[in-house]
């Protein structure tokens, strides 16, 4: 009997095939153009224009028979947003050593700013440790050097907060020889009032601090920043009783909210629809330019929107069509599918944290996140899945491509290990509750975060194979008899650790 009943709920070759190729370079175009538009000014988190994009996407899923899964029995789940503004003149830092002997004050906008919004008011104090050294792999210190300390980086391009604050240290200082005329412009920036996520307030303040306002101080205590700076293995220094105190104040301005985007496809198996698949993609993007050194869209002679076609349009409208090949397949997958359009990437992956803190069904009873993130550009026959190595959904995923040798389409390993690409869009926060991922990315270009993202150079063509192999591999997973399984290394040292 139970043989007869499984058979049910199996699709038949053919049917999954039309279901695949139902997701077609027209369709995929046309929907990167809408949610890429100028008229969409780049989707900010929070916007109007970010808003209609929600809306378009939760209309779609209307139309295709979706479940909703977001707020009061719409697509649409809304999280809380602040705007908030440094309160300049309360905020200060100050070094000493902790036998009273030699120091100094350091002021906001003069010596040093906060590099985000990320923390609460407050007084944060600790011993000082200095990082020397690269940054790109896996560290060898003991991290546990610096808890509850203040961890001092000799270089200031190392900004990966949840890596950062993994280590509990009570604060974090980057350095920069930043000139007058650059700093100028960070301070005016940092001045200005900023969203920041209240649910997600990650440890203490990072600062980004003058070397040249920092080195005459610490100089009183036999430090030398500029040899640190030139440091070639990489180190972790405690300075002995040093000590750098902060208080840091923040005023909220405005109370705001931001959208993420829920449907849901219910599985035909009467145990195994209890567990869900997510297909996920973030819908925002970085905006539009404005004055000269305020943000991080930056005009271009008289184009001053960053469409953010590629980044992430192209992962919005793969999902999208994704959840329409799904709609239309009978049998249904046994398991569930969510499809799910985050908002807040850009910012520090807020959406995504909201959601599986706030999750419309049990986190527990998630088994995959496929995150897809940029793949409308760069190579023909090729696609990353970062996350291979973590869990048995990279053989999958290879087993899954192997058998549809007609899409020309090769997942490979991540090509850059180093820029911790794992840690830096959304599946990272489903991979810290402990749901096994893949992240399908084709890499950055020269147009990443620029006004140059736009509909008009996204491979369609290329795209919709991409997107094809991710339901093939989606619809796998969702009709397996067994969950995907972490590698048990991987899940000590991603899941546990945090």
């Keep these: ?33 809408i949610i890429a538009d100028d008229s969409m000014r780049g989707r900010d988190t929070p916007s109007a224009e970010l808003d209609k994009v929600a809306a378009y996407i939760g209309r779609e ?61 407050g007084d944060y104090a600790g011993g000082v440790v200095l990082v020397t050294g690269p940054l790109t792999g896996p560290l060898t210190a003991d991290t546990a050097t610096f808890a509850g300390k203040i961890v ?15 280590w509990k240290p009570a604060g974090v200082v980057l350095l920069t020889s930043a000139d007058d005329s650059d700093w100028s412009r960070i301070v005016s920036r940092r001045r200005r009032p900023q969203s920041r996520d209240p649910n997600n307030s990650v440890g203490g303040p990072i600062l980004l601090m003058r070397m040249s306002s920092f080195q005459p101080i610490v100089a ?78 930056q005009a271009e002679g008289a184009d001053s929107i960053c469409n953010g076609a590629d980044d992430d349009g192209s992962g919005t409208a793969a999902v999208v069509e994704i959840a329409e090949a799904f709609s239309g397949l009978r049998p249904r997958p046994q398991r569930s599918i969510i499809f799910l359009n985050v908002s807040g990437e850009e910012k520090g992956l807020w959406g995504s944290q909201y959601f599986v803190d706030h999750p419309t069904v049990p986190i527990t009873s998630m088994v995959a996140d496929l995150n897809i993130d940029m793949i409308g550009r760069n190579w023909k026959d090729t696609i990353v899945a970062i996350g291979k190595e973590h869990s048995d959904l990279g053989a999958t995923l290879n087993r899954v491509a192997a058998a549809h040798r ?71 997973v969702a009709n397996s008899a067994e969950r995907p399984k972490w590698n048990p290394d991987s899940y000590k040292r991603i899941v546990s650790a945090n």
């Excluded at 947003?81 to 830092?93: F, G, P």
């Excluded at 389409?409 to 096994?436: C, L, T």
Aim: aromatic letters at 10%; proline letters at 5%.
């Design 61 to 121: 899923y209307r139309r295709l028979g979706l479940t909703p899964g977001g707020n009061n029995g719409t697509f649409i789940q809304r999280y809380s947003l602040d705007r908030v503004q440094v309160v300049a003149e309360s905020s200060v830092a100050f070094v000493h050593g902790g036998g009273g002997g030699g120091g100094a004050t350091m002021k906001y906008g003069k010596d040093f700013v906060f590099s985000d919004n990320n923390f609460e008011s």
């Design 220 to 297: 009183q205590f036999g430090l030398d920043l500029a040899g640190a700076q030139s440091a070639a293995a990489f180190e972790a220094r405690p300075l002995g009783d040093v000590q750098l105190h902060v208080h840091a104040r923040m005023a909220v301005r405005e109370k705001k909210s931001a959208p993420n985007v829920v449907a849901i496809l219910e599985g035909s198996d009467p145990t195994l629809k209890n567990e869900y698949v997510v297909f996920s993609a973030h819908m925002d993007h970085i905006g539009v330019a404005g004055p000269r050194g305020s943000g991080s869209c």
């Design 406 to 476: 007609e899409l020309n389409m090769q997942p490979i390993d991540d090509k850059w290990p180093g820029e911790n690409f794992y840690g830096r869009s959304d599946h990272f926060n489903f991979a810290k509750k402990g749901v096994p991922i893949l992240f399908f990315f084709s890499g950055t270009h020269i147009d990443y975060h620029k006004v140059g993202d736009s509909p008009d150079k996204i491979d369609a063509e290329k795209e919709s194979r991409v997107a094809q192999l991710i339901f093939y591999l989606g619809l796998d």
């Design 1 to 33: 009997m139970l043989l007869v009943s499984n058979a049910l709920f199996v699709q038949s070759p053919a049917d999954v095939q039309r279901a695949a190729q139902t997701i077609l370079p027209a369709h995929i175009r046309r929907r990167i153009g």
């Design 152 to 166: 001092i980086f000799a270089s200031p391009r190392f900004r990966d907060r949840q890596r950062l604050f993994a």
